[in-house]
């Protein structure tokens, strides 16, 4: 390597964990390719190789050699000179790195790549690959310099460059700036780092890799918290001493995730604070992911973990109704009961029901005061009313009847039917204020729509669903067979796997025997969370599950909000956009 002084952080698109090497292979068996570049100090460009030295080693064993010197095709600097000691005169009859790079890559081979500073060296590799269209095969990486921090301290050795850990290892070879040797000193300081890895519990390539990265010491002391976990599909749940679920997440193998938590790929605050407190790793085996998931939204829902962000409080779900009286108006509540007839949502948050609501007094003549109105005694008209934005039935301006035509039954179709009268005044509202250069208020107008139908959408959807007694579906398992789920009411209420070559009709008579007993109720969701209905509508849809029974049809309405999705998708992208889409929407 040119300089010993050198030090650089990972290279954009090095991967160190790379690809053909088992992490789960331990150190001994491991064959691992030791190299080391002189060039001629410039950046990465796919040329300014002067030399190439690699050691093949497993488990301590020399297995090959390769040495060779290369001609960058550009002079070399007189300090590269004077530091290395290669002439121009040296370089003239060796080969360009053209020729060099499919022995170099054949060496290679699946080993794991070790270098020291190993971005700087495999930089200069991808560079050649890509210039002289060569595939870089992605090997996992080991740098010694990386791992020499991790496992020396300060007190051992001042300093991580090459020269200082040979003489600390006292290697056999000692690094002269000449690739070859520099890569055998390389060997003997890898091996000696290696044999300090036993005292940290590091035993696999894998653990090696990834115990060179930036782990904090929580995370290394916390690391035996992972041990023993089945590599299966299922929940985890980090527990405090006092047992309290900290963290509850979900994977289709629990054990290589709960491991991730303890990498330098994982830098959340939170989750850093909550491997602090954490004592142990409780896993919950599950039968497919789709078990897995519900069954996460279920811990996260009953326990409510600090840890956890998402699906903690599906309580607190607001709806959007209709009141009671002889004018109704639009009310945010937080559930609804058997005699509500004209409502939506579940909506995750009260100000997303009240854009709602602000769409649909857009596009409806409902009126939006909270006086309680009686047929009897006229009530003072408010500002709405003289600026035409209300019908005024305080003062009786308009009857009860003709109320309900115009805003009752209007609001109604669109929760369970064809929402067209909303969406097509709504979507006059917003060419009218775009034609008038009033973007802004246009902007607000189509959020209020993206709000409309995103809810009428999900309801109409998962009421569905959850109206349907039953339904048994069968997915394919990745490692052949059935993923079964047996579906009541939009609720998880058993799940399982069918081996190859057997007919899922015989396990979905076991899973229903004692599937869990789930009541019909009121509502788009009546026995589940609308996030669970949604995670098993989901897996439903997807092109390769299999319906294999149902009690009854499933259907969705032919003039239904559904038919609006590409409005919708078309209305929630141009809101994303920092600046306003100018560009009048038509449905």
């Known amino acids: 390597m040119t300089g010993g002084e050198y030090v650089q952080q990972t290279l954009a698109g090095v991967d160190?964990?790379?690809?053909?090497?088992?992490?789960?292979?331990?150190?001994?068996?491991?064959?691992?390719?030791?190299?080391?570049?002189?060039?001629?100090?410039?950046?990465?460009?796919?040329?300014?190789?002067?030399?190439?030295?690699?050691?093949?080693?497993?488990?301590?064993?020399?297995?090959?050699?390769?040495?060779?010197?290369?001609?960058?095709?550009?002079?070399?600097?007189p300090f590269i000179t004077v530091l290395t000691g290669i002439t121009q005169a040296m370089l003239l009859p060796a080969p360009p790195v053209e020729e060099v790079l499919p022995s170099l890559l054949e060496f290679l081979g699946d080993a794991v790549l070790v270098a020291h500073n190993a971005p700087y060296d495999v930089g200069f590799l991808?560079?050649?690959?890509?210039?002289?269209?060569?595939?870089?095969?992605?090997?996992?990486?080991?740098?010694?310099?990386?791992?020499a921090r991790r496992v020396l301290t300060r007190d051992e050795v001042p300093n991580r460059?090459?020269?200082?850990?040979?003489?600390?290892?006292?290697t056999t070879t000692q690094p002269t700036h000449r690739a070859l040797d520099d890569a055998k000193a390389t060997v003997d300081v890898l091996h000696g780092l290696i044999a300090r890895l036993g005292g940290h519990r590091v035993d696999t390539i894998g653990e090696a890799i990834e115990f060179a990265r930036a782990v904090t010491p929580t995370q290394r002391r916390k690391r035996h918290l992972a041990e023993g976990l089945p590599k299966v599909p299922g929940v985890y749940i980090f527990r405090a001493a006092d047992d309290r679920p900290l963290y509850v997440g979900t994977s289709g193998d629990i054990a290589t995730r709960v491991r991730s938590y303890f990498t330098a790929g994982e830098k959340r605050a939170r989750i850093s604070e909550m491997l602090a407190a954490a004592q142990r790793v409780e896993a919950v085996e599950c039968a497919h992911p789709l078990?897995?998931?519900?069954?996460?939204?279920?811990?996260?829902?009953?326990?409510?973990?600090?840890?956890?962000?998402?699906?903690?409080?599906?309580?607190?779900?607001?709806?959007?109704?209709?009141?009671?009286?002889?004018?109704?108006?639009?009310?945010?509540?937080?559930?609804?009961?058997?005699?509500?007839?004209?409502?939506?949502?579940?909506?995750?948050?009260?100000?997303?029901?009240?854009?709602?609501?602000?769409?649909?007094?857009?596009?409806?003549?409902?009126?939006?005061?909270?006086?309680?109105?009686?047929?009897?005694?006229?009530?003072?008209?408010?500002?709405?009313?003289?600026?035409?934005?209300?019908?005024?039935?305080?003062?009786?301006?308009?009857?009860?009847?003709?109320?309900?035509?115009?805003?009752?039954?209007?609001?109604?179709?669109?929760?369970?039917?064809?929402?067209?009268?909303?969406?097509?005044?709504?979507l006059a509202r917003i060419e009218r204020l775009s034609a008038d250069q009033r973007y802004e208020e246009a902007g607000v107008a189509r959020s209020r729509l993206v709000a409309v139908l995103r809810a009428?959408?999900?309801m109409q959807r998962l009421a569905a669903l959850t109206g349907i007694a039953e339904v048994a579906a069968a997915r394919p398992a990745p490692g052949g067979g059935w993923e079964l789920a047996l579906v009541r009411h939009g609720r998880l209420a058993g799940a399982?796997?069918?081996?190859?070559?057997?007919?899922?009709?015989?396990?979905?008579?076991?899973?229903?025997?004692?599937?869990?007993?789930?009541?019909?109720?009121?509502?788009?969701?009546?026995?589940?969370?609308?996030?669970?209905?949604?995670?098993?509508?989901s897996w439903l849809e997807r092109p390769e599950t299999r319906l294999v029974e149902m009690t009854s049809g499933w259907a969705s309405p032919v003039a239904g909000a559904g038919r609006f999705r590409e409005l919708l998708v078309r209305?929630?992208?141009?809101?994303?956009h920092q600046s306003l889409d100018r560009t009048p929407m038509s449905k």
């Open 16 to 77: 160190p964990y790379g690809s053909g090497v088992d992490p789960a292979l331990p150190l001994h068996a491991t064959t691992f390719v030791v190299l080391d570049l002189e060039t001629t100090g410039g950046a990465p460009d796919g040329g300014g190789i002067t030399e190439i030295g690699a050691v093949k080693v497993r488990g301590g064993e020399e297995l090959g050699v390769l040495a060779t010197l290369v001609d960058p095709g550009v002079p070399i600097p």
């Open 456 to 458: 009428a959408v999900r």
């Open 291 to 426: 078990e897995a998931e519900v069954r996460e939204l279920r811990l996260i829902a009953a326990h409510a973990p600090p840890y956890n962000r998402r699906s903690k409080y599906p309580e607190r779900a607001v709806w959007l109704k209709l009141t009671d009286g002889p004018y109704p108006r639009l009310s945010v509540a937080r559930g609804i009961s058997p005699g509500d007839d004209a409502y939506l949502g579940p909506f995750g948050s009260r100000r997303a029901a009240e854009l709602a609501a602000a769409g649909f007094h857009d596009a409806l003549a409902l009126r939006q005061c909270t006086h309680r109105l009686s047929l009897r005694t006229v009530t003072p008209a408010c500002a709405l009313a003289e600026l035409g934005r209300c019908p005024a039935p305080c003062e009786h301006r308009i009857t009860p009847q003709e109320y309900a035509h115009r805003a009752v039954d209007p609001f109604r179709t669109a929760t369970t039917g064809d929402p067209q009268p909303v969406v097509t005044a709504l």
């Open 161 to 170: 460059k090459l020269g200082t850990l040979a003489a600390y290892f006292r």
């Open 496 to 537: 399982g796997v069918c081996p190859a070559g057997v007919h899922p009709r015989r396990p979905f008579e076991v899973i229903r025997a004692t599937a869990e007993t789930v009541s019909p109720g009121h509502g788009p969701v009546p026995a589940a969370t609308a996030e669970e209905s949604e995670r098993i509508l």
């Open 571 to 576: 209305a929630e992208a141009a809101g994303s």
């Open 126 to 147: 991808k560079a050649a690959c890509a210039r002289h269209g060569h595939r870089w095969p992605n090997p996992r990486v080991l740098d010694t310099a990386a791992l």
